[in-house]
């Protein structure tokens, strides 16, 4: 296996592998754009990077996965082989990098289309359906994408939402869908065919980052201003939302990942470019890196 292991400081911006002699970027020197629980192993967190793709294993050992130092913009894990991961982005000479799939576990990649015909695809947010792999949705040129054949082909949306900050699919229904926006939170019926306001009080202006228990069907809110949130059945049918705790200091939480097997564990990676971890459903966080 081509991977490098370091345990990483706070506040070095740059470490040296030894075994390759190549400077590898920390989190703090790196734009984060994804992060994810790994399904066969739940002390194993993935992190898509400006960089390439690193894992965090055992909430302290840094690792820098393959040898792609792509920038991994849409980033998104098989719901159920652990070994298969997707990306989207660009590489760092230039271009897009259309859609790629990895076999094991992000050691190596493999292109599987470059998206819709007009062109290589560079998705800044992706979901590949946790209900159904085969079908899997892009953000890219403020336009939703979707592929429903595990993305060997790809069709643009004819209805259209504002501008998407994040997906996330209901692991029970491959029909449902859900966005986070700058100023709402949308849910889709019908496999993004449309799109309608959840109606719910975000008290945000910016949605960053979705997720949702599988076990309760609660969704699991990154917001700019109010923290993490949950979204979930009022006792009369209608989403009650409300906060369930904050990342200290008032960090703001850009990315969200709850372990699917544990999903009262979840991580989230503040913009302070800090790592952080809760055990009790998002109430405390504690930081790891």
Same mark, same amino acid.
């Given at each position: 296996?081509?991977?490098?292991?370091?345990? %990483?400081?706070?506040?070095?911006?740059?470490?040296?592998?030894?075994?390759?002699?190549?400077?590898?970027? #920390?989190?703090?020197?790196?734009?984060?754009?994804?992060?994810?629980?790994?399904?066969?192993?739940?002390?194993?967190?993935? &992190?898509?990077?400006?960089?390439?793709?690193?894992?965090?294993?055992?909430?302290?050992?840094?690792?820098?996965?393959?040898? #792609?130092?792509?920038? $991994?913009?849409?980033?998104?894990?098989?719901?159920?082989?652990? /070994? %298969?991961?997707?990306?989207?982005?660009?590489?760092?000479?230039?271009?897009?990098?259309?859609?790629?799939?990895?076999?094991?576990?992000? *050691?190596?990649?493999?292109?599987?289309? @470059?998206?819709?015909?007009?062109?290589?695809?560079?998705?800044?947010?992706?979901?590949?359906?946790?209900?159904?792999?085969?079908?899997?949705?892009?953000?890219?040129?403020?336009?939703?994408?979707?592929?429903?054949?595990?993305?060997?082909?790809?069709?643009?949306?004819?209805?259209?939402?504002?501008?998407?900050?994040? $997906?996330?699919?209901?692991?029970? @229904? *491959? /029909?449902?869908?859900? %966005?986070?926006?700058?100023?709402?939170?949308?849910?889709?019926?019908?496999?993004? *065919?449309?799109?309608?306001s959840m109606g719910v009080n975000m008290k945000?202006?910016?949605?960053?980052?979705?997720?949702?228990?599988?076990?309760?069907?609660?969704?699991? %809110?990154?917001?700019?201003?109010?923290?993490?949130?949950?979204?979930?059945?009022?006792? *009369?049918?209608?989403?009650?939302?409300?906060?369930?705790?904050?990342?200290?200091?008032?960090?703001?939480?850009?990315?969200?990942?709850?372990?699917?097997?544990?999903?009262? &564990?979840?991580?989230? $990676?503040?913009?302070?470019?800090?790592?952080?971890?809760?055990?009790?459903?998002?109430? /405390?966080?504690?930081? &790891?890196?």
């Amino acid at each position: 296996m081509n991977m490098k292991r370091l345990t %990483i400081g706070l506040f070095l911006p740059l470490l040296l592998v030894a075994c390759a002699g190549k400077p590898v970027a #920390s989190l703090k020197a790196s734009h984060v754009h994804g992060l994810a629980v790994d399904r066969g192993d739940s002390n194993r967190v993935y &992190i898509a990077t400006h960089n390439g793709l690193f894992a965090v294993q055992n909430d302290s050992d840094l690792q820098q996965m393959g040898s #792609s130092r792509d920038d $991994f913009m849409g980033f998104s894990p098989h719901p159920s082989d652990s /070994n %298969i991961l997707f990306s989207s982005g660009h590489p760092k000479s230039g271009g897009n990098i259309g859609f790629q799939r990895s076999d094991n576990k992000g *050691e190596t990649w493999k292109k599987i289309s @470059n998206g819709s015909s007009s062109g290589p695809a560079d998705f800044h947010a992706m979901l590949v359906h946790p209900a159904n792999p085969n079908h899997i949705y892009g953000w890219y040129k403020l336009r939703v994408h979707r592929s429903l054949d595990g993305g060997q082909t790809w069709e643009v949306l004819r209805q259209q939402p504002p501008e998407v900050l994040s $997906f996330a699919g209901d692991p029970r @229904n *491959e /029909n449902i869908l859900y %966005i986070g926006t700058i100023g709402d939170l949308l849910m889709s019926t019908d496999k993004g *065919e449309s799109w309608a306001s959840m109606g719910v009080n975000m008290k945000t202006g910016v949605v960053f980052d979705i997720d949702m228990d599988p076990v309760s069907g609660s969704l699991f %809110i990154a917001t700019r201003d109010n923290g993490i949130q949950r979204a979930s059945k009022g006792p *009369e049918g209608g989403i009650r939302m409300e906060t369930v705790g904050s990342l200290p200091g008032g960090d703001v939480p850009e990315h969200l990942a709850l372990d699917p097997k544990h999903p009262q &564990i979840m991580y989230a $990676f503040g913009k302070s470019h800090t790592l952080y971890k809760s055990t009790d459903g998002g109430g /405390n966080w504690q930081k &790891i890196l």
